[in-house]
Nanobody, 120 residues
Framework: QLQACGGGLVQAGGSLRLSCAPSGRTYSSHVMSWFRQVPGKERDFVAAIRWGSTRTYYADSVKGRFTISRDSARNTMYLQMNSLKPDDTAVYYC???????????????WGQGTLVTVSS
């Protein structure tokens, strides 16, 4: 089980940091990712990190603005979101898979979601 938190209301141009803490151990073979979803649409890939190598991947829409990272000692993943735009408004989910994928159906373990609202 994954526990995501850190969402909230922020003005355009502002920043937020999301956290995701798995209840069990995260292994070096795991890939931890962030997805986001707006009503009526599928979950979209945002960013991913390989737990062992810390190699990162980003959707084009967030490159240069969002940074994914992890703290293995705390077993926690983060998503630092800067220069937020109204289009970033969504429910953000963390997820874990055994390999890298940008397709949400490839992920089995999910957090409960945290709402990020960016006002213009």
């Amino acid at each position: 089980q994954l526990q995501a938190c850190g969402g909230g209301l922020v003005q355009a141009g502002g920043s937020l940091r999301l956290s995701c803490a798995p209840s069990g151990r995260t292994y070096s073979s795991h890939v931890m990712s962030w997805f986001r979803q707006v009503p009526g649409k599928e979950r979209d890939f945002v960013a991913a990190i390989r737990w062992g190598s810390t190699r990162t991947y980003y959707a084009d829409s967030v490159k240069g603005r969002f940074t994914i990272s992890r703290d293995s000692a705390r077993n926690t993943m983060y998503l630092q979101m800067n220069s937020l735009k109204p289009d970033d408004t969504a429910v953000y989910y963390c997820a874990r898979a055994n390999g890298y994928s940008t397709y949400w159906r490839d992920y089995v373990y999910w957090g409960q979601g945290t709402l990020v609202t960016v006002s213009s």
